[in-house]
């Protein structure tokens, strides 16, 4: 049988900082600058309070699934929409193929349609060990879970020269949670271009993209109806020796304050609402080379207001900063497709084939 090859977006980015910190000193009213900082962080923390409250946040950040598959340089597969579309409703049933060996055969397809509707029970999705495994129980399990996928294309040549899509729309207990949307190529004349995205039915929108070249630019946001409350950027510049070089810039958006730090220049500049001010000495502290820096992560902005007072961006966004980390890996590394969709796919493509 063949070896199933699961498409699924993987850390890109692998740096090592050449330096750690930049200052820089202002003369705007520190208290303004301090105010609209905080008031930015607040209605962050209520976006974040808002997204992990909800049922498709515990979908999208599922990380329970089995070890990705090993790339095989011999494998291909070009899996369009059009191959597996239909309704399909999860229903394990046993059966034994031409050579007598035991098969389980999960989804049966209920009707024809233009998308790929998959039905099938909510437990079995936030625990994507389980969906691989049967159990006679699952099926009395009720198929509250729906995936509509509009538009889905797995062309896998190897592990360096792929294309993939996918468009969807969730629903659980018949009522819609959000919308997934990925984009991913690997090519080796037009590299590496990645984007995800995912709706919230709450207005609020959180998305991860990457696009390669001499230039590389990773971005990492979270919105409401297109006003950024949370984003990170960086761009690196290409090495002589190495895939990705040093960093260029880095810029972190909390609400209407946005940070910047330029390579070569011994200065952090800090606008409000796009104006540049210069209230606070900003320190940029990379504690660690890391992967893709964030103060999620190794990165930390520390400000200090010249009252004193000495704060640092984790701090002002509080417990909100593990659920905005598990949300960039969540859109960094895309589980759910690769655990869900991408096998459902699989499953259904190779019973037709």
């Excluded at 468009?167 to 590496?192: F, Q």
């Excluded at 709706?199 to 979270?222: H, L, P, R």
């Excluded at 606070?280 to 992560?297: G, Q």
Aim: negative net charge.
């Amino acid at each position: 049988m063949k070896k199933l090859i699961r498409i699924i977006p993987v850390t890109i980015l692998t740096v090592t900082l050449l330096w750690s910190c930049s200052e820089n000193f202002s003369t705007l009213d520190s208290a303004n600058l301090k105010a609209t900082i905080d008031k930015s962080a607040l209605e962050l923390n209520t976006a974040m309070d808002a997204i992990t409250a909800t049922t498709a946040y515990s979908i999208l950040t599922i990380s329970d699934g089995a070890s990705k598959s090993e790339a095989d340089e011999l494998y291909k597969v070009y899996i369009p929409l059009e191959l597996v579309k239909g309704v399909y409703n999860y229903k394990p049933v046993q059966s034994i193929d031409r050579w007598g060996i035991s098969l389980v055969k999960f989804f049966t397809k209920a009707a024809d349609d233009n998308k790929m509707i998959v039905n099938m029970p909510l437990k079995k999705v936030t625990a994507p060990r389980s969906l691989r495994q049967y159990n006679p129980a699952d099926s009395t399990l009720a198929n509250n879970f729906s995936i509509a996928v509009s538009d889905y294309h797995n062309n896998y040549n190897n592990y360096h020269d792929f294309d993939y899509v996918l468009k969807s729309e969730i629903s659980v207990d018949a009522a819609v949670a959000g919308e997934l949307n990925i984009d991913y190529l690997v090519s080796p004349t037009l590299g590496i271009t990645y984007a995800s995205q995912y709706a919230f039915t709450n207005s609020y929108t959180a998305d991860y993209a990457y696009q390669s070249g001499d230039t590389a630019v990773s971005s990492f946001g979270i919105s409401k109806e297109g006003t950024v409350l949370y984003k990170e950027e960086r761009l690196t510049f290409r090495s002589d020796t190495g895939r990705f070089g040093r960093e260029h810039q880095y810029s972190l958006t909390i609400g209407d304050v946005k940070i910047v730090r330029k390579s070569g220049v011994q200065t952090v500049d800090v606008y409000v609402n796009d104006i540049l001010q210069s209230a606070a000495l900003v320190e940029i502290i990379d504690r660690d080379a890391d992967a893709e820096p964030s103060v999620c992560k190794k990165r930390e902005v520390q400000i200090t207001f010249e009252d004193g007072t000495v704060t640092t961006v984790s701090a002002l966004i509080g417990s909100s900063v593990e659920n905005i980390r598990t949300l960039f890996d969540s859109l960094h590394n895309v589980y759910f497709a690769a655990y869900i969709v991408d096998w459902i796919a699989y499953d259904i493509y190779y019973q037709r084939n």
